[in-house]
């Protein structure tokens, strides 16, 4: 079975520097999805950016990029000239494309904090 | 995310009692799925279903837990007996086939306490 790991309980990063947050995961499949997950204190998830396993090229969302290094199973978050209202817990989530589950497997999550 | 709308948004019960939480998707999903999140356990799948066919249920805790997608534009998660230790934050996802690809987006959740 799938898993993945969020090795930093939490982070904290000062206003409009940057922070990377870590995630591991272990597979055997080639084909999957990574996903990047953000919950405010408001307990809703929020989609932050996806990764397809087939594409080389790293996703970017405006302020938010990943680092994806398939060999290594390493799905890292960097976020860019932080902001206050980036302040969540942060969610990494895999998906596998063959064998038809549809199921994310969810790391244990990273509470960022950012300093004003 | 519009487009799940969950309800209730919060409930508090008595123990014994019991719970049914709603969830209307938009059309032109691929699947529904049903999460519960608890500090001790994080993000669990509890069940999900792909044309309205339960798929995986493997994560459902025990009988006292049931879940029903009668349509493809509403599901139900329903507890009976509930008990304190079933108080937690249910989402309801879906997938969906957009531009950039299939991806999962979450209800606002339902926050249960059981008393």
């Known amino acids: 079975a799938q898993t993945v790991t969020q090795s930093q309980p939490e982070m904290s990063v000062q206003e409009a520097e940057t922070v990377t947050l870590s995630c591991t995961y272990d597979?055997?499949?080639?084909?999957?999805?990574l996903f990047w997950y953000k919950q405010p204190p408001s307990r809703q998830m929020i989609l932050v950016i996806r990764q397809e396993a087939y594409k080389q090229q790293n996703a970017t969302e405006n302020r938010f990029s990943v680092n994806f290094q398939k060999a290594a199973k390493s799905f890292s978050l960097k976020i860019s000239d932080s902001q206050l209202g980036d302040a969540a817990m942060y969610f990494c989530a895999y998906r596998s494309i063959l064998g038809g589950s549809e199921k994310l497997v969810f790391g244990k999550g990273t509470k960022l904090t950012v300093n004003p | 995310d519009a487009g799940v709308i969950q309800s209730p948004r919060h409930e508090v019960t008595e123990m014994g009692q019991e719970v049914t939480l709603r969830c209307k998707p938009i059309s032109g999903h691929n699947s529904l799925f049903w999460y519960r999140q608890t500090m001790m356990r994080g993000l669990e799948l509890l069940i999900y279903f792909n044309n309205n066919v339960p798929i995986d249920d493997s994560g459902m805790p025990e009988d006292r837990f049931s879940a029903k997608m009668p349509n493809a534009s509403f599901s139900t998660l329903k507890i009976q007996p509930s008990e304190p230790r079933d108080s937690a934050v249910y989402f309801c996802?879906?997938?969906?086939?957009?531009?950039?690809?299939?991806?999962?987006?979450f209800g606002e959740g339902s926050w249960l306490t059981v008393v």
């Open positions: 597979t055997s499949e080639s084909d999957y999805y």
């Open positions: 996802a879906i997938s969906f086939e957009g531009f950039s690809g299939n991806t999962i987006y």
